[in-house]
Each structure stands twice: as C-alpha cells, then as structure tokens.
C-alpha cells in the first residue's frame, strides 16, 4: 500500500481541485477528505462527492470534521489512528492542513472552545491533528503540508491597513479585541493567522529532526498564490469584496498575473501545486517554506527563534497535547 493522505477543507476552492488531482494522478494513496459537513444540503460537500464519484477504483472516503470542536478533533485522530492500526487504512503519507476560517464583516467570533474561530480552524485544530497522528506515518518517511499565504508577510495591503502581527501576549492571538474596523481587523486576523502558521512550521522541522524515528517526515508551508476565483472572497466578506472579485479579479486575472502579481491565479492550478508539493515532491527531504512550487524566504520574524518557541508552547497548549499524547516527545523534554 502507497500510504494515506488526509487533506482537510477538501469542499473548498482550491481543495476540490486538489482532491480531484489526488485521485487523477496519484491514485495508488488512500485518500481521507474531511469537510464540516457531510449533510447532504451542503453543496460544496456534494461537488466533493461528484469528484469522487468520477474515480470509481479510487480509494478515498469523505469525513466529517468540524476544526472549530477539539474535541471532534481529537475523537477523529483517534479513530484514525485506530484505523491505520488495525490495517483499515495503510499508513500515512502526507497531512495537508488546507481548512481555513475568516470573516470580514463581524468581529472576533468565538469557537466552542472559546478561541477565535480564525485561529482555531487555521492553526489550532491542525496542530491538535497533525501532533496526535506522528506515529502513524509510514516508516520511510512523509510530509506535512500547510497552507501559509502572501498575507502573512507584514506588508501593507489593500485589504486592510494593519499589519499582521505576533503580539506579545500571545491571548490577543485566540482573543482578539472588537473593532469597529471589521474589514481591515478580520483580514489582519486572517494575515496574522498565516503568520502562526508558518512560523510553527520551523520548530516543527526542527523536533522531527532531532527524533530518529520522525527525522524522514518533513514540514513545508506553501503560499498558494492569490486566488482571484475563490469562494473566501463570497463568504463573510463585504458586497465591495464581492463586487470586486466579480467585476476586476475574475475577468481581469491574466492582466492582474502578467503585469500586477504574477502568483495571481485561479483555484484550479493551487489545487495541483498543493498536491505536487504535499504527495508528489513528498520524498524530496525538503523543508521549509514555499512560493508556489519554488524555495523561498518567508516574513524574517518567522525566523525568529524565540517567536518560534513562544508559537510552539503556546500551540501545543491551546490544541491540548502534550507529551502524553504525542510521539514527539522530544518537543515536551
């Protein structure tokens, strides 16, 4: 058996195109999609079923996985790992944290278990995953993949005019502060959950690099590009970010890409990059962060060392694990 791939937000723009070049191209993997919802009501569910529906031989399966419930998250790496165990599913190969949450017209909204939901389906969940699931990966080795983005560089933006950031009080990150500016805060909150995410990224690589029976699984971020054609620009947005994307991102992308932002793109071509890098280039002993499919430099507070431990104690906190429930020990001595 090849080895599993899990790829969370599989119903998502850019995931649906990633879940169909997974089962086209490399249909030897076990492939476990989770979605929030698997009710039959939820479109972008049932377009996910169509996909698999046009692969009959494939081996892959959709899960319902609500990131914003650690609890959910946790029963779920559970039965997983049970399941791989107990030869359900052979072992894995890559996790690919794809699911993301923002919002750009409401303040800081609250999970069940009281973090921001932003953070908490972007980074937390994952962290809780990922962490609970080390040692079912094929001994030979794997990849862990995510989904960084060009936001999380501390830049000016036309979305918003603040910066992301890594406050001092690292609360502030799972309790933001309302705003009467929902547009620019929630797009800082989305920058700054990107800036999280890679930054967890380095002392990852680093722990799994300091155990001999972890070292061949490696970690990369990539910055998909930005996508013109995405749903995220529908949904929880303002009717000016609507109206935008219908009216100048979608008739004017290839204008935009050749003369503007070269990673300007639709969904279709990040969903087969995100697979290339996370199952394809899996074996590559890689690490690091990614433009696209190429090697790159990200944000320099990312490579701040004491910014990464501060991240990485406080992940680990927030997404309740610890060395009792991980088989990065090391991380925990």
């Known amino acids: ?39 039959d009501t939820d479109v972008n569910t049932n ?25 959910a998250v946790h029963n779920f790496a559970t039965q997983i790992s049970n399941d791989i ?7 894995i190969k890559s996790i690919i944290c794809n699911a993301y949450y923002w919002n750009l017209v409401d303040d800081s909204k609250l999970t069940v278990d009281g973090f921001d939901t932003s953070i908490q389906v972007g980074h937390i969940a994952h962290v809780a995953l990922i962490l609970r699931l080390l040692d079912r990966f094929s ?17 000016k933006t036309a979305m918003s005019p603040y910066l992301p950031e890594i406050p001092d009080d690292l609360d502030l990150l799972i309790h933001p502060k309302p705003d009467p500016d929902k547009q620019g805060r929630g797009f800082q909150r989305y920058g700054t959950l990107k800036l999280v995410i890679t930054t967890w990224l380095y002392p990852l ?12 699984i490696t970690a990369v971020a990539i910055n998909p590009g930005n996508l013109g054609d995405s ?17 100048v991102m979608k008739p004017l992308m290839p204008l935009i890409r050749r003369f503007a932002d070269p990673t300007f793109r639709p969904s279709s071509e990040a969903g087969v990059d995100i697979i290339e890098l996370g199952v394809g280039k899996a074996d590559d002993g890689e690490r690091g962060y990614y433009t696209l499919l190429e090697k790159d430099e990200p944000d320099p507070v990312v490579l701040d060392k004491e910014t990464q431990h501060k991240i990485w104690v406080k ?14 020990k090391v991380a925990f001595e």
């Open 1 to 39: 058996m090849a080895g599993t791939v899990i790829l969370t937000g599989a119903n998502s723009s850019a995931g649906l195109y990633a879940s169909e070049h997974l089962l086209k191209k490399y249909p030897q993997y076990t492939a476990i999609f989770t979605v929030r919802s698997t009710a």
């Open 47 to 71: 377009s996910l079923r169509a996909i698999v529906s046009r692969y009959p031989k494939a081996k892959a399966s959709i899960h319902q996985l609500d990131l914003a419930d650690l609890t």
């Open 85 to 91: 165990a107990g030869g359900q599913y052979p072992p």
């Open 139 to 155: 001994p030979d080795g794997g990849r862990i993949e995510l989904l960084s983005s060009i936001a999380h560089y501390r830049k």
């Open 205 to 216: 690589n680093e722990y799994l690099q300091k155990d001999p029976k972890l070292s061949k």
């Open 231 to 247: 749903r995220a620009f529908r949904t929880n947005t303002p009717n000016s970010i609507k109206y935008m994307q219908k009216f």
């Open 315 to 328: 992940s680990a906190e927030w997404a309740k694990i610890n060395k009792d429930n991980t088989a990065l």
